[in-house]
């Protein structure tokens, strides 16, 4: 595969920050409106690109601001407070930049995506981020990933996407380029039948490659 740019994703690529999205989410749902969210309802929302919101019919806007303010405040709990690294990400990275110029496109806020790599490292080997709010519409449109490719100045054919999951594919697909899905397990039951290719570990990146 001659490619020469590689776009990842953060959240289950890079770092193991998902489920603890979820749980802050679920969290929130229960307190503020006593709402049980599963597993599949959640991540049927999350491959839409909905928001969890979504579930409550009538439910008073200023109070889902509310609840909406808690999670944020949860899920940067959890990110101050979880082992949230997955092993060897940096010394594949350094590998990669050997050879690639890479970037983040990213769905998390600006503000916890700072809080999530402080002092990392992660993002010492990209060329740039993009996360929410820095394209017209986020995953699973494709402008997130058309909007990389511009900032690169490259074409649809020398870049590679690096996903784990259903919206950020589609999202991968819909801008034509070809997309490897890593194996994460939060994410494991979603439909990848539009990957270019799947891998079990970041790592099998370097061998694809």
Known sequence: ????????????????????????????????????????????????????????????????????????????????????????????????????????????RRVDFELIHKNRGIVDFMEFVLCEGEYPRAKPHPDPYLKGLRRFNARRHQAIVVEDSQRGLISAHDAGIDCVVVHNEFTKTQDFSKATHRIDSLEGLLKLL
């Open 1 to 108: 595969m001659k490619k020469e740019y590689i776009l990842f994703d953060n959240d289950g690529v890079l770092v193991e920050t998902e489920m603890w999205y979820y749980e802050a989410s679920k969290r929130a749902l229960k307190e503020f409106f006593n709402y049980d969210i599963g597993f599949e309802e959640y991540m049927g929302i999350m491959t839409c690109g909905g928001g969890v919101w979504s579930v409550l019919e009538d439910a008073d806007q200023e109070a889902i601001v509310t609840a909406r303010n808690k999670r944020n405040v949860y899920y940067r709990e959890y990110l101050q407070s979880k082992d949230i690294v997955i092993d060897g990400v940096e010394e594949i990275l350094n590998e990669l930049s050997k050879k690639y110029k890479m970037a983040i496109i990213t769905t998390s």
